[in-house]
């Protein structure tokens, strides 16, 4: 087959939908070499690490807008004008990465998949501009009516499409996220002591991984922190400030833990991953997602995690994750003097852990799309 794909994150994204779309193309490309991948882009970027190495493939093509027009309107081009270039590419079947597809794509002949990471903008719509939550529905809505099959990343979002966006379930096929492969790497102690180093990391602390936005909930992790009782553990936050510190901010000067909290912006995945490493449980009480993928990155880190009850964060830790009401900062405590202070529960959420998270390796996901892809191939007769 010859299937095309939405790659603008993948080029202009450093993480979120830009990491999905990388991985996704890096897995598919290894595991599912027969098939040629076409990558559709506004622009090409300079490109680095294992995504550098996918582009290079000789069964990967990257493709710009064609024609002055298209040039010139790139964003007009992404949206209408990139049709008449997938026919013309003979394209089996387009792949909407983030949520959208183009204009126009039902009924030109060519198959096409969208992936759908999560409909939070219509769950809690409180965290979102107006004219966002609308333009958000409005492609998915789209996208989801025209696509031949949808991809969630989660059985939560499959719900929600079946409830939010009145999707007939047998269209959605629940295909698990890909991970950058640097997590699944072993420790090594001698990188982390110079990623500990190079952030003037404490010797002992607890992680938490995302935007620090109010969704993430890293303000009751902090008053978590100051009730946990222990001068000697630090916390950890990695992810892009918002307006929302400020609240973390005064919280740490009203418990005097300044010195505890500890925040590290736009690293790099090698380094996040020794970061990981380092760290004495990974806590993930967010309100809301489509999937979790820190979860399934600390898991391969042989580190034990507490997240959030129910939504889709038991899909994603699995059975020997530790879940807790996001909203109940005493309980958040608890449990985190209940991992440090348990070495033989610490020890039995990482194995189980690590074995739970097998199911999340590359090989696995890449035979799942590729068998939405062939189903789809099928129909066509392809």
Same mark, same amino acid.
């Given at each position: 087959?010859?299937?095309? /794909?939405?790659?603008?994150?993948?080029?202009?994204n450093k993480t979120g939908?830009?990491?999905?779309?990388?991985?996704?193309?890096?897995? &598919?490309?290894?595991?599912?070499?027969?098939?040629?991948?076409? !990558?559709?882009?506004?622009?090409?970027?300079?490109?680095?690490?294992?995504?550098?190495?996918?582009?290079?493939?000789?069964?990967?093509?990257?493709?710009?807008?064609?024609?002055? !027009?298209?040039?010139?309107?790139?964003?007009?081009?992404?949206? /209408?004008?990139?049709?008449?270039?997938?026919?013309?590419?003979?394209?089996?079947?387009?792949?909407?990465?983030?949520?959208? &597809?183009?204009?126009?794509?039902?009924?030109?002949?060519?198959?096409?998949?969208?992936?759908?990471?999560? !409909?939070?903008?219509?769950?809690?719509?409180?965290?979102?501009?107006?004219?966002?939550? #609308?333009?958000?529905?409005?492609?998915?809505?789209? @996208?989801?009516?025209?696509?031949?099959?949808? #991809? *969630?990343?989660?059985?939560?979002?499959?719900?929600?499409?079946?409830?939010?966006?009145?999707? $007939?379930?047998?269209?959605?096929?629940?295909?698990? +996220?890909?991970?950058?492969? #640097?997590?699944?790497?072993?420790?090594?102690?001698?990188?982390?002591?110079?990623?500990?180093?190079?952030?003037?990391?404490?010797?002992?602390?607890?992680?938490?991984?995302?935007? %620090?936005?109010?969704?993430?909930?890293?303000?009751? %992790?902090?008053? $978590?922190?100051?009730?946990?009782?222990?001068?000697?553990?630090?916390?950890?936050?990695?992810?892009?400030?918002?307006? =929302?510190?400020?609240?973390?901010?005064?919280?740490?000067?009203?418990?005097?833990?300044?010195?505890?909290?500890?925040?590290?912006? @736009?690293?790099?995945?090698?380094?996040?991953?020794?970061?990981?490493?380092?760290?004495? !449980?990974?806590?993930?009480?967010?309100?809301?997602?489509?999937?979790?993928?820190?979860?399934?990155?600390?898991?391969?880190?042989?580190?034990?995690?507490?997240?959030?009850?129910?939504?889709? /964060?038991?899909? *994603?830790?699995?059975?020997?994750?530790?879940?807790?009401?996001?909203?109940?900062?005493?309980?958040?405590?608890?449990? #985190?003097?209940?991992?440090?202070?348990? +070495?033989?529960?610490?020890?039995?959420?990482?194995?189980?852990?690590f074995k739970h998270v097998?199911? /999340?390796?590359?090989?696995?996901?890449?035979?799942?799309?590729?068998?939405? =892809?062939?189903?789809?191939?099928? +129909?066509?007769?392809?």
């Open positions: 087959m010859k299937i095309g /794909f939405d790659s603008k994150r993948a080029f202009h939908l830009g990491s999905y779309s990388r991985n996704v193309l890096r897995i &598919l490309s290894v595991h599912h070499s027969e098939h040629e991948y076409v !990558l559709y882009t506004p622009s090409i970027t300079e490109t680095t690490g294992d995504f550098a190495e996918v582009v290079e493939k000789p069964n990967v093509k990257s493709v710009e807008p064609k024609g002055l !027009l298209n040039n010139i309107l790139k964003s007009y081009w992404r949206s /209408f004008g990139i049709k008449s270039q997938l026919k013309d590419d003979k394209i089996n079947v387009f792949h909407g990465l983030s949520n959208e &597809l183009p204009g126009g794509i039902y009924g030109s002949g060519i198959h096409s998949i969208i992936t759908i990471h999560d !409909l939070i903008y219509l769950r809690k719509p409180a965290y979102y501009k107006p004219i966002d939550r #609308i333009t958000y529905e409005k492609k998915a809505r789209y @996208g989801c009516k025209m696509a031949s099959h949808i #991809i *969630a990343v989660s059985e939560q979002t499959k719900r929600d499409l079946v409830e939010l966006l009145d999707v $007939a379930p047998d269209k959605i096929s629940v295909v698990y +996220q890909p991970c950058d492969p #640097i997590f699944r790497k072993e420790s090594d102690a001698e990188a982390l002591k110079a990623v500990k180093s190079k952030f003037n990391l404490p010797d002992k602390y607890i992680l938490t991984v995302g935007t %620090i936005e109010e969704r993430k909930n890293a303000l009751n %992790i902090v008053k $978590a922190l100051s009730e946990v009782g222990s001068d000697d553990l630090h916390l950890v936050l990695v992810g892009r400030k918002t307006k =929302y510190f400020d609240l973390i901010n005064a919280e740490c000067k009203k418990t005097e833990i300044e010195d505890r909290v500890h925040v590290l912006e @736009g690293i790099s995945n090698s380094d996040l991953a020794q970061v990981y490493s380092g760290s004495e !449980l990974m806590i993930y009480p967010s309100t809301y997602e489509g999937f979790g993928i820190p979860i399934i990155e600390a898991m391969y880190r042989k580190i034990p995690v507490i997240t959030t009850k129910g939504n889709c /964060f038991s899909e *994603a830790g699995g059975p020997s994750s530790k879940y807790v009401d996001h909203q109940n900062v005493s309980e958040m405590a608890n449990a #985190i003097k209940e991992v440090i202070s348990d +070495q033989e529960l610490k020890n039995r959420m990482i194995d189980e852990g097998q199911k /999340f390796n590359d090989d696995v996901i890449a035979n799942e799309i590729m068998k939405v =892809y062939s189903e789809c191939g099928k +129909q066509m007769k392809l």
